[in-house]
């Protein structure tokens, strides 16, 4: 019987390490250890890739969150609205910033359900919080 | 020659075996906390001689989380000093609390004798940062902490292997916070830090904050952060934790090096050293008078020599909403006007150090040339 392993990241290691190691190699050799160079074009081909403007790397999927909301302002007192089924990292970076998470429940693609979450049923609302879930992204522009 | 601040490029010269070691890892795949993660903590908590250690993702979130694990939240008062690297205050306000500061000492520490002066009824924890390698006298401060009952996390992120009266630096108050950042005595390759703790409850919480809370796979017990110490990075950090001591005492013969060429000079003023203190020297700071033409002169001269900091944390743009003003802490002031940190690390050679002495003297006999 075959077995098929959930994820094996191991093998991407294998496919890649001959090409990697002489980067990572090189990057040590210079001591380079925090920012630099590679950061930059690492930033500027995911803002590529992404079609934006700047991309900028931070240290995880929840700083980026938090980061993100608390350069937008959010913080104390708001509430951000959230869909009730993604990763804790979500939420957890909502409270984090000192925010009230709101759940709205999702659609039939996992996503928050737009008619659940439209005007005028929410209260005067500041930007907010998007979940990507199986790469779609929900946008909404409060009217 | 040159006197290059930065000795990464040369420190990780020479690590076959770390190589073989993270080559044999790496198709693991087990990038997430894990057993290198464990082992790394078990001997970083035998070398500072605590209980338990915990990595985290930096020195910063180190502070946070212990903090955050001691109650410290939006409102309350964290009490600090009016010099440090601005991650100490970042931390107390990332979790919605207020900084509080004291002036430092002559080694650029806490001044204990002025926490009792500015406590109030929100004040929720004592920061004392064990700047550059010496040490806040914690003899003095933990009974005053104990009286007024206020939690105590040592920023230790400088002062790996300091120890006062024989007891280490980090293993004093409710937790010790460690960095592992590149430019720190004990380094990985990347940000990383290390929550040090005897209380088995506190290190529970820590471990469940560093990893957003998650009691399993499926149960979020409560809200926490995304913090842990990569575990390749744990790897380095192991390979590299069997030299810290010796780490240590080679910036300490740097120093001595340093003090005794430098104390003939009137126009530097060492800090006191020794006495129940053991300084380890992350950074080896003087006062120096005309320093910013000090600098500029070991600047010309290829000497790398730094300030740490110009302008103290507590007169920075970013904390201007607390009221401060320059002038309320006269001792930080002063040190921020003359204080100059030259090279110590331990892959320094003898003539480097030489160079570093020659430079200075150079300028003393001749500061206009």
Known sequence: MTEIRYVDIGAQWREEREELMPMIDAMLARGQHIGGDEIEQFEEAIADYCGTTYA????????????GMRALGIGSGDEVITPPNSFVASTAAIVQVGARPVFVDVGPDQNLDPVLWSPPSLPALGPLCLCIWEDECVTWTPS | MDVRY???????SDCDDLWEELKRFVPTGDFTLGKPLQEFEQQFATLIGAKQALGVNSGTDAIKLSLRAAGVWHGDEVITTANTFVATVGAIAELGAKPVFVDCNDVFCMDVGQVEDVIT????????????????DMERLMPLAE?????????????????????RAGTWGSAGAFSLHPLKNLNVWSDGGMVITDDDEFAETIRLMRNHGLSGRDTVVRLGYNSRLDTIQAIVGKWLLPQAVEISERRRENARYYDEHFSPLPQITLP???????????????????????LRHCHKNGVEAKVHYPVPIYRQPALADLGY?????????????????????????????ERVVEVVRDFYSCPNG
């Open chain 2, 272 to 294: 006191p050293r020794g006495g129940v203190f053991h300084e380890v020297y992350h950074l080896y700071v003087v006062l120096a008078e005309q320093r910013d033409a000090l």
């Open chain 2, 147 to 167: 009286r007024h009952q206020l939690t105590v996390v040592e920023d230790a992120c400088q002062s790996i292997l300091a120890s006062q009266a024989g007891r």
């Open chain 2, 121 to 136: 009824e929100r004040t929720k924890a004592i920061v004392p940062v064990h700047y550059t390698g010496y040490m806040t």
């Open chain 2, 325 to 353: 003003r320059e002038g309320d802490f006269p001792v930080t002031d002063a040190q921020a006007q003359s204080m100059i940190t030259f090279p110590c690390d331990q892959h320094l050679r003898e003539e480097q150090l």
């Open chain 1, 56 to 67: 900028v790397a931070v240290n995880s999927g929840t700083d980026a969150l938090t980061l």
């Open chain 2, 6 to 12: 930065s000795y990464l490029s040369e420190q990780f």
